[in-house]
């Protein structure tokens, strides 16, 4: 509408109405010309304007097409003003001008109503058109008590009411529909509603100036042409329509026509008793009848619409039961109190009952008793209107007995159900047996094992919780159980020949411990226990603390005491177990955590055995922990160094190859290698520990070697090195690094290695032996390598223990032993090489025995590289000394 507004066409609008003003005021009353003439500019004004308005108007060919309509009946009214001085004094019920204007009126009305653009009835035109008609004639009969019915009655020859009362017909009909509308162009629309009422308040005054013969009444049009300029200025406004709420439409059309007919009676009764007597008319009879029937007909449509609406309600009750019974659901109508009106057919399937048994019967025989108040209240609050916050629908859970007698969890939406005046309650209930199954399964699932059965670890960290949350006076302990050896299970005959050993190894601990102990499986091969205050009988202490060792050791028993039978074959199993008892303030976690310490410091100690928990296990685990972390910084850091202790020949005392040993400078001072080999190992470092310390040293004596001393390198390997994926790779990038020959370099290798893991080590090695590489074993006499390995592993040097050699010339056995391995030796054509040699005397017997090579303290200390390089010119004087 903004786009609209042009200021001058208001102002030439404004200065016509001033024209037009102007000679009404001039205007004395006796020229029906000169009304004519007002009218006919104020029409012709209206109708240019919205002509122009029209064809402005492109955004909406709606609004346009209305604005046409107004403007033709503009025109067309116009024309029936013109021309009604002609006709005035034709002997017929309308004459011609009455014609033109009653179209001009009629298209006024189009135009009016095709502004709304909506309806403004929502059930059918009938009931609008009699809701009109209600209106129009309503107001016709207390016009004609008031007004029309005395003047007529003193008439001498009365006038035609045709067309004033089709005018009035024409405004009510579109009224509602102006007057509900929320369009844009409601504004245009409600001018051209005031224009009709103008129009029809100007036909009533005119057919009542013609009572009598009398002829038009000049005033009479002033209203009409101020409705004109009115709605000739609609169109430019740019204001925007105050809109209606959205209850109007309901209240204009059903609300309205009440009203006015109830005035209408009003005004007629007041007639009729106050007795005014008034000249008989056939009018007001007729007027009223057509009221009472119009109002017949309303309430004939009104019971067929409320008995459409009653089987519509009761068709969609039908399809909701139906529609509920579809998907598995019983639904049900019952007071508050529970007595059954009427029960769907679905129970039948769902819960083994006829339905009809149950109607006139209570729910609550049939609701679980611990679930009945629960029900009854909800179902009272929900029809109680003293309830606060009354809801009109809830939801309930409670268990329903079946016709098996079985009891079966459901859960059911009440809702509100008014029927016949009385308050009731309409119920879908669902049975949720398989979703309450599946819950506990989940739940089940949740806290035990799926293996085994037993508690998982969850289930178990809760529960210590609990318990350590009402510990007593007595003791409460938890034993860790661990099966030795489970892994070699898993390798050999497969993981689900473990799971079938698990299951018999829970079975046997549950049977070793007592109702109240709680056996869980805590994860892999491991199961925990839990041993409660209130299980340890006796009175505390010492007692306690013996009765939960004897347990331990009990299921230590029941796991070695016969083979588990696992895939046809006879399975020997031990278990480490470990015992920590709670001590004030200690949590849940800590417990837990040293039991399974104490389980830990049992396998290192060879398993198959109890452990009880001692404050010195867990500062071990967290001083290796530390020292895991020192190691790393360590060698990040570079703060490892390589020493060297000379390999001499016995008979010539020339230094013949150097052993590496790695020093840790560590807290201002070297470490020992024992203090941090063991966590290296543990830990993994040792891989690139071990890479630096080859590297290094194959450095060291290549430099050596380049000066023209043949001096070779030994170097110990641990099992953890020999398994690295590139740990050939590794060595043979190291001899090309430093350019060492592979004869020059020895490894030497334990016989634990040798038994345990065998193939891969000796697989390993042997790669290392056909490059060239010397091989030696290490400790040789303290492990349980046969001679067969030597066999197998072409071996070039074997390296007698210390232990034997201590005991040279003080022990017989060890002497005879020392010999033994000497002539082994040379019997297999390998050079041995004693280690530990810190006294003259061993020296001798070891020369005597005809051992070739010998190290320790009484040759050479180990020294750095600079050491190294001082014995290059001569040999080693404590040898000379002795020899």
């Known amino acids: 509408m903004n786009g609209l507004r042009d200021p001058r066409v208001p102002l030439t609008a404004a200065g016509l109405a001033a024209v037009v003003l102007g000679a009404a005021l001039l205007w004395n009353g006796s020229s029906a010309l000169l009304a004519a003439v007002t009218g006919g500019v104020a029409g012709l004004l209206a109708g240019a304007s919205l002509a122009v308005a029209s064809v402005r108007a492109t955004r909406s060919r709606y609004r346009s097409a209305a604005w046409r309509w107004l403007a033709a009946g503009a025109v067309v009214w116009v024309a029936g003003v013109g021309v009604r001085p002609v006709a005035e004094g034709t002997p017929f019920v309308l004459t011609f001008a009455d014609l033109l204007l009653l179209v001009g009126t009629v298209l006024l009305a189009i135009g009016s109503a095709r502004t709304a653009r909506r309806r403004a009835y929502g059930r059918s035109l009938l009931h609008y058109v009699l809701g009109a008609y209600l209106s129009g004639a309503s107001l016709f009969a207390i016009c004609w008590v008031l007004l029309l019915g005395p003047a007529y009655a003193d008439a001498e020859e009365p006038g035609t009411l045709v067309l004033p009362v089709l005018c009035l017909l024409a405004t009510c009909a579109v009224a509602p529909a102006v007057l509900a509308a929320r369009s844009a162009g409601r504004r245009v629309g409600v001018a051209g509603l005031v224009t009709l009422v103008a129009i029809t308040a100007e036909e009533f005054v005119t057919a009542l100036g013609r009572l009598d013969g009398g002829g038009t009444v000049p005033l009479a049009v002033l209203p009409a042409c101020a409705a004109f300029l009115l709605l000739a200025a609609a169109p430019w406004s740019g204001r925007a329509p105050v809109r209606p709420p959205r209850s109007a439409p309901v209240v204009l059309v059903d609300g309205v026509p009440l009203v006015l007919a109830g005035a209408a009676t009003i005004v007629l009764a007041v007639r009729v008793i106050a007795g005014a007597p008034t000249r008989p008319v056939a009018v007001l009879p007729v007027v009223a009848a057509s009221v009472v029937l119009v109002l017949l007909v309303k309430v004939f449509f009104l019971a067929l619409t409320t008995a459409s609406m009653r089987g519509t309600v009761e068709s969609g009750e039908r399809r909701l039961m139906h ?95 008014p029927s016949e005046g009385e308050d009731l309650v309409l119920i879908s209930t669902r049975d949720v047996s398989d979703q309450v199954a599946l819950r506990n399964q989940v739940a089940h699932l949740t806290f035990h094992d799926g293996v085994t059965g037993l508690p998982n670890r969850a289930y178990f960290e809760e529960r210590t919780r609990e318990v350590l949350a009402r510990r007593t006076g007595a003791r409460t302990a938890v034993v860790f159980l661990d099966l030795d050896g489970f892994t070699a299970v898993n390798d050999s005959v497969g993981h689900a020949a473990g799971d079938h050993l698990l299951s018999q190894a829970s079975r046997r601990l549950r049977s070793a411990l007592r109702t109240g102990d709680t056996l869980a499986r805590w994860g892999g091969d491991e199961f925990a226990v839990l041993i409660e205050a209130g299980g340890l009988s006796g009175s505390g202490g010492s007692g306690d603390a013996q009765l939960a060792i004897d347990l331990a050791e009990r299921m230590v028993r029941a796991v070695s005491a016969e083979p588990f039978r696992v895939a046809d074959r006879d399975i020997v199993l031990t278990a480490s177990v470990g015992v920590a008892f709670a001590e004030d303030e200690i949590t849940a976690g800590d417990l837990i955590r040293n039991a399974d310490v104490a389980t830990a410091r049992a396998k290192e100690l060879g398993g198959g055995r109890v452990e009880v928990f001692a404050s010195h296990m867990h500062a071990d685990v967290v001083r290796r922990l530390e020292l895991a972390a020192d190691l790393q910084r360590a060698l990040l850091a570079e703060q490892f160094a390589v020493e060297y202790q000379p390999v001499v020949d016995l008979a010539t005392s020339r230094v013949t190859a150097v052993e590496a040993l790695v020093r840790w400078w560590h807290d201002g001072a070297y470490a020992p290698p024992r203090q941090f080999l063991g966590a290296a190992e543990d830990t993994g470092l040792i891989v690139p520990l071990g890479e630096w310390i080859l590297t290094q040293a194959c450095r060291d004596v290549a430099a050596w070697r380049a000066s023209s001393w043949d001096i070779g390198l030994s170097l110990n390997l641990s099992a953890r090195q020999i398994s690295a994926p590139r740990f050939v790779e590794t060595i043979e990038a190291a001899l090309a690094e430093s350019g060492l020959p592979p004869s020059a370099l020895t490894l030497e290798v334990i016989e ?38 030597l066999r197998r592993l072409p071996v070039d040097i074997i390296k007698i223990d210390p232990s034997f050699t201590s005991g040279l010339g003080r022990d017989d056995a060890l002497t005879m032993l020392t010999r033994t391995i000497v002539r082994v030796g040379h019997d297999l054509g390998l050079i041995v090489v004693a280690e530990g040699i810190e006294c003259p005397e061993q020296l001798e017997l070891l020369r005597e025995m005809g051992c070739t090579r010998g190290q320790g303290y009484l040759v050479a200390r180990p020294m750095d590289a600079r050491g190294v390089e001082t014995l290059m010119p001569t040999d080693v004087s404590p040898l000379q000394n002795t020899a």
């Open 323 to 417: 529609m509920a019974e579809s998907a598995g659901d019983v639904v049900l109508v019952c007071d508050p109190d529970g007595m059954v009106r009427e029960m769907g057919p679905g129970v039948e399937t769902l819960y083994g009952y006829q339905p009809q048994e149950l109607v006139g019967r209570s729910i609550f025989d049939y609701v679980h008793s611990e679930d009945a108040e629960a029900v009854q209240s909800a179902l009272r609050a929900m029809t109680d209107d003293e309830t606060p916050d009354r809801q009109s629908a809830c939801r309930l859970s409670c268990r329903v007995r079946a016709a098996d007698g079985t009891w079966r969890p459901a859960e059911s939406v009440a809702t509100r159900h």
């Open 752 to 789: 634990e290695m040798l038994v345990e893991d065998a193939e891969e080590v000796i697989e390993r090695l042997s790669r290392l032996r056909e490059l060239g590489v010397q091989l030696a074993i290490d400790d040789f006499g303290t492990g349980y390598a046969s001679l067969a390995l």
